[in-house]
């Protein structure tokens, strides 16, 4: 299948910083990726959906000054959370379709995920 | 709004049984259904698309059904093994975005 990185695989930090995560699909563009965040035992909420070259869709209640998404190319997008705190505290992942294949089925392949820890 | 639901929320069961974990969705204008494998701490893989024209697929030991009227997905395990251990997650997709199910939390015992 179709491979997403994502970097780094975890993240300590002091509350009031700023941490980025980088997602990157590493074998096909990406046009769109979505953001997904994971609290221990539960399901995926999506956060927000990134698209190249305009401005990242967010979810209804996802604050989008406190988690930035850039998407300056068709194979990365990028995901800071800003001033964060120990709320904060999650596992993110990122995903992304890929609408290249002869199949044309959209099929959604995620990085490895990133997990957030405030101080 | 798509919801999505699994059922068990948790299942333990033996080495060597088959077993079914359910999938069930609000909205049948899906685009695909695809099911996905987590272990702690990682991401997520890709076990099986199938897309809304289809009515099921398959890989290995595993077999995935759906049936859109009914807004149902089901994914059959077969002879399952301790390596099978692990949650397994649902994900109904329009065009746009993914919903996620809530998960079912699978452990073999060995």
């Known amino acids: 299948g179709a491979v997403v990185s994502q970097h780094p695989s975890w993240v300590i930090c002091k509350s009031g910083t700023s941490v980025k995560i980088e997602c990157r699909s590493l074998d096909f563009q990406a046009t769109t990726m979505f953001w997904y965040r994971q609290f221990p035992k539960q399901s995926l909420m999506l956060m927000a959906t990134s698209n190249e070259g305009s401005k990242a869709t967010y979810e209804q209640g996802v604050e989008k000054d406190k988690f930035l998404i850039n998407h300056a190319s068709l194979t990365l997008s990028t995901l800071t959370v800003t001033s964060a705190h120990p709320e904060d505290s999650s596992f993110y992942i990122c995903s992304a379709r890929d609408w290249g294949r002869v199949e044309n089925t959209g099929e959604l392949f995620f990085g490895e995920g990133s997990r957030l820890t405030v101080l | 709004k798509q919801e999505v639901t699994q059922i068990p929320a948790a299942l333990s069961v033996p080495e060597g049984e088959n077993l079914v974990l359910n999938c069930s969705f609000t909205?049948?204008?899906?685009?695909?259904l695809q099911w996905f494998r987590q272990d702690p701490g990682k991401g997520l893989t890709s076990l099986l698309l199938i897309q809304s024209s289809q009515r099921e697929q398959t890989s290995g030991r595993l077999n995935a059904s759906l049936d859109k009227s009914s807004g149902r997905s089901t994914l059959y395990i077969a002879a399952s093994q301790p390596g099978d251990s692990a949650t397994y997650l649902c994900?109904?997709?329009?065009?746009?975005?993914?919903?996620f199910g809530t998960g079912t939390r699978l452990k073999v015992l060995a």
């Open positions: 994900a109904a997709s329009g065009t746009y975005k993914y919903i």
């Open positions: 909205d049948s204008a899906i685009y695909n």
